[in-house]
C-alpha cells in the first residue's frame, strides 16, 4: 500500500520560505511521477509542480516558477518543495500526491495516491 506523509508546513511571512517534504513507501516509485497540489478554502485544487521520479524532470505552474522548487532524494524516497518569497496568495492546504501513468502532470484525476495534506499560511 502506498503511503504518502507530508510535513514541513506552518505560519511564515510574506518574502519568508518554507520547505516541504513527502516522504514515500509502499513500493519502488522509479516509474512514478511525483506532484504537489494545493487547495486553499472555497477554491479547486490546484497543480503546483511536478517530478518524474527516474529522470528528474520537473514541471511547474506558472504562478510558482522562479519561487519554488520541487526536487527528490532517492535514498530517502523523499520528494521536497522548497518555498521561496512566498506570497499571501501561497496560503493552502499542500498536498502530495503519485502517478504511474500518462496525461498532463497537472489534473489531479491523474494521480493515484495523496497524502493527508499540510497547512501552508503566509501572513501579509
Known amino acids: 500500500q502506498v503511503q504518502l506523509v507530508e510535513s514541513g508546513g506552518g505560519l511564515v511571512q510574506a518574502g519568508g520560505s518554507l520547505r516541504l517534504s513527502c516522504a514515500a513507501s509502499g513500493r519502488t516509485f522509479s516509474n512514478y511521477a511525483m506532484g504537489w497540489f494545493r487547495q486553499a478554502p472555497g477554491k479547486e485544487r490546484e497543480f503546483v509542480a511536478a517530478?518524474?521520479?527516474?529522470?528528474?524532470?520537473?514541471f511547474y505552474a506558472d504562478s510558482v516558477k522562479g519561487r519554488f522548487t520541487i526536487s527528490r532524494d532517492n535514498a530517502k524516497n523523499t520528494v521536497y518543495l522548497q518555498m521561496n518569497s512566498l506570497k499571501f496568495d501561497d496560503t493552502a492546504v499542500y498536498y502530495c500526491?503519485?502517478?504511474?501513468?500518462?496525461?498532463?502532470?497537472?489534473?489531479?484525476?491523474?494521480?493515484?495516491?495523496w497524502g493527508q495534506g499540510t497547512q501552508v499560511t503566509v501572513s501579509s
Open positions: 500526491a503519485c502517478r504511474h501513468g500518462s496525461g498532463s502532470y497537472s489534473f489531479p484525476s491523474n494521480y493515484d495516491y
Open positions: 517530478i518524474r521520479w527516474s529522470t528528474s524532470s520537473t
